[in-house]
């Protein structure tokens, strides 16, 4: 199960708000200022068949806020890195997939965007998948579909993810391939927006985690910048700004 931080703050999807203003990715992370780029260290991780955190993971942004291009490393180097791609008024038109060679694997293309849903069609090696996202009110559903050996498309991921008002991210339900949660993260945060506690439930209710999120040192645009968890393992962040 996956503990890494920059999840809880990041749903990869390109929404308008009921302005009409576009929802940027930093927004949507919950990071104050011009991000111009966004370091994520785990420290201390104690990585099982069960549960794979990536030591260090890169995002870069353009200057209005939106995700360019995401690189995940392990022990060896890049592990695998994501290029995002827009048009001139930043409307998501897909994205590429590289190895750790950054040679390509795979490709995503946006078949849809509207004010509050996108759906693409992706090929990642011999696979073939459909993802739809979407938000009603304050609740956001990410959905992935693959395509069997029937050639024909089944659910296997799907993630309910509520908000409240402030758009904090309360709980996250995470489904396999039934539509029987597997298991659901709920969030607290204090009077500043910063999250202070996550409790993960098995699907019948029982506590599986607790977890104890304290902030150890604020930025200049006062984004938390270093977490200790009550495991004993660590979450750094180095942002720098346009």
């Keep these: 199960m996956n503990k890494k931080l920059y999840i809880l703050l ?6 308008l708000s009921c302005k009409k203003e576009k929802i940027n990715n930093l927004i949507q992370m919950g990071i104050k200022g011009k991000a111009k780029s966004m370091e994520v ?12 955190v990536v030591p ?8 209005k806020g939106f995700i360019t291009e995401e690189t ?6 890049v592990h695998n890195r994501i290029q995002y791609e827009y048009d001139e008024e930043n409307n998501y038109l897909g994205k590429k997939i590289l190895d750790e060679n950054l040679e390509k694997i795979g490709e995503c293309i946006s078949v849809g965007n509207l004010p509050n849903k996108r759906e693409e069609d992706c090929t990642v090696k011999n696979s073939i998948y459909k993802t739809s996202r979407f938000l009603e009110g304050n609740v956001y559903t990410e959905l992935y579909l693959y395509r069997n050996e029937q050639e024909e498309f089944e659910q296997y991921k799907k993630e309910i993810i509520h908000f409240d008002k402030k758009m904090n991210m309360t709980s996250k339900e995470s489904y396999g391939f039934s539509d029987e949660v597997d ?17 993960i439930k098995d699907k019948n209710g029982k ?10 040192e604020v930025d200049v645009e006062g984004n938390c910048i270093q977490y200790k968890i009550s495991d004993g393992t660590e979450i750094k962040y180095n942002i720098e700004y346009y």
């Design 56 to 63: 260090k993971i890169v995002f870069e942004f353009n200057e």
């Design 10 to 15: 990041l749903t990869m999807f390109v929404l």
């Design 41 to 52: 260290l785990n420290l201390n991780f104690q990585n099982t068949p069960e549960a794979y």
């Design 183 to 199: 298991f659901t993260n709920h969030y607290q945060y204090n009077s500043k927006g910063i999250v202070q506690k996550i409790v």
């Design 207 to 216: 506590i599986i985690e607790d977890l104890d999120y304290n902030c150890m």
């Design 72 to 77: 995940e490393y392990d022990d060896n180097g």
